[in-house]
């Protein structure tokens, strides 16, 4: 049975999508089965993983509305060694079409049940918001991975992603909990961001990932290829960083079971 992680976090722009695409291209290059479902009406992490969000014949909008089921709506990203569950626009109109549907925030999980034995790891990437989307991706996951970067507004944010988890962990899914914090684009050169590093590491001790995403200009360029950047460019620095934050999830998983 796959373990099943939303990678998420409220704020945008924190690398959410980034982190998503290369821990699934890191652990498909460390031998796991992998399925990667895009939340994002962005499509980003469709577009990241070399398929045309606009090309698809079914969506993630199509699997929560029930007109097809994930093994007919997944794409093989061929290049990135792992499977899709993609998202375009379409997505954008679910979250309110949603709200009148029965089992509405367990549509997901529903969805998933069905193909859960063919993989080690779901990973879903969340929209940078709390809505009927991301509360899918919640109810439907073992765990919630939060990338951040080590600034000051991130500490805020992360307080409101933490009572989320609590609250939907308390009336919605017993079984979620916080696995760990990410620390991305960090560059040890600036004060603040060490400051606020060692911040997080005093107050959320071992929910603090040891892997650390340096900022990498290799990463930022991969999307424009539309490839993960672990499998764009393996030597870079980012990369590596990225294959072994996927070794590090892998073992923690074992502990957890």
Request: aromatic content about 6%; overall charge negative; glycine content about 8%.
């Given at each position: 049975?796959?373990?099943?992680?939303?990678?998420?976090?409220?704020?945008?722009?924190?690398?959410?999508?980034?982190?998503?695409?290369?821990?699934?291209?890191?652990?498909?290059?460390?031998?796991?089965?992998?399925?990667?479902?895009?939340?994002?009406p962005q499509?980003?992490?469709?577009?990241?993983?070399?398929?045309?969000?606009?090309?698809?014949?079914?969506?993630?909008?199509?699997?929560l509305?029930?007109?097809?089921?994930l093994?007919?709506?997944?794409?093989?990203?061929?290049d990135?060694?792992?499977?899709?569950?993609?998202?375009n626009?379409?997505?954008?109109?679910?979250?309110?079409?949603?709200?009148?549907?029965?089992?509405?925030?367990?549509r997901?999980?529903?969805?998933?049940?069905?193909?859960?034995?063919?993989?080690?790891?779901?990973?879903?990437?969340?929209?940078?918001?709390?809505?009927?989307?991301?509360l899918?991706?919640?109810?439907?996951?073992?765990?919630?991975?939060?990338?951040?970067?080590?600034?000051?507004?991130?500490?805020?944010?992360?307080?409101?992603l933490?009572?989320?988890?609590?609250?939907?962990?308390?009336?919605?899914?017993p079984?979620?909990?916080?696995?760990?914090?990410?620390?991305?684009?960090?560059?040890?050169?600036?004060?603040?961001?060490?400051?606020?590093?060692e911040?997080?590491?005093?107050?959320?001790?071992?929910?603090?990932?040891?892997?650390?995403?340096?900022?990498?200009?290799?990463?930022?360029?991969?999307?424009?290829?539309?490839?993960?950047?672990?499998?764009?460019?393996?030597?870079?620095?980012?990369?590596?960083?990225?294959?072994?934050?996927?070794?590090?999830?892998?073992?923690?998983?074992?502990?957890?079971?």
């Open positions: 049975m796959a373990k099943i992680f939303c990678v998420a976090n409220q704020k945008g722009g924190v690398g959410k999508t980034t982190t998503t695409v290369n821990l699934a291209a890191g652990l498909a290059k460390i031998g796991q089965r992998v399925l990667m479902i895009d939340l994002d499509g980003n992490a469709t577009m990241g993983s070399n398929l045309d969000k606009r090309a698809l014949a079914h969506t993630v909008y199509d699997v509305w029930g007109e097809a089921s093994s007919e709506a997944r794409q093989k990203a061929v990135c060694g792992y499977d899709v569950l993609g998202a626009r379409e997505l954008a109109g679910a979250e309110v079409e949603l709200v009148s549907l029965e089992n509405r925030e367990r997901l999980k529903d969805a998933i049940a069905s193909v859960d034995h063919e993989y080690d790891f779901v990973l879903i990437d969340c929209p940078p918001s709390l809505n009927m989307l991301t899918n991706g919640l109810c439907a996951a073992h765990g919630v991975i939060v990338p951040m970067q080590c600034e000051y507004f991130a500490l805020e944010g992360l307080s409101d933490v009572n989320t988890i609590k609250q939907v962990h308390a009336n919605l899914n079984q979620l909990q916080l696995i760990g914090l990410l620390r991305v684009m960090f560059d040890p050169r600036i004060t603040l961001q060490q400051q606020v590093s911040q997080i590491k005093e107050h959320f001790g071992n929910k603090v990932f040891d892997a650390v995403i340096p900022r990498n200009v290799r990463l930022a360029e991969a999307p424009s290829y539309g490839l993960p950047g672990v499998v764009f460019d393996p030597s870079a620095k980012g990369s590596k960083a990225f294959i072994d934050f996927a070794g590090e999830m892998v073992a923690r998983i074992e502990k957890m079971r």
